[in-house]
Nanobody, 112 residues
Framework: QVQLVESGGGLVQAGGSLRLSCAAS????????MAWYRQAPGKQRELVAS???????MYADSVKGRFTISRDNAKSTVYLQMNSLKPEDTAVYYC??????WGEGTLVTVSS
């Protein structure tokens, strides 16, 4: 079974950038939907962005134009480039595969 490990979180000032990575222990080539979710304190987990095997992408309205999801099937890795970060982007970010598998999450904190 594929396992997912996120990395790249940290503390950044508002307006800054971070790049999250999600490394899979097995091949993700056959997995159609890969996604990033986030969960802020006291809030429900929400979908941030998703990408299909054909590189079709979808973004939450709150991150459109600021975040970019991409995947490298050869490296079994999915990325989330986050620019122009806002304090409201503060959350634990989770990688998801095929709407079934989850990583442990990586914390992103954006200071004002």
């Amino acid at each position: 079974q594929v396992q997912l490990v996120e990395s790249g979180g940290g503390l950044v000032q508002a307006g800054g950038s971070l790049r999250l990575s999600c490394a899979a222990s097995g091949s993700i080539f056959s997995i159609n939907a890969m996604a990033w979710y986030r969960q802020a304190p006291g809030k429900q987990r929400e979908l941030v962005a998703s990408i299909t095997r054909g590189d079709s992408t979808m973004y939450a309205d709150s991150v459109k134009g600021r975040f970019t999801i991409s995947r490298d099937n050869a490296k079994s890795t999915v990325y989330l480039q986050m620019n122009s970060l806002k304090p409201e982007d503060t959350a634990v970010y989770y990688c998801n595969a095929a709407n079934l598998l989850w990583g442990e999450g990586t914390l992103v904190t954006v200071s004002s």
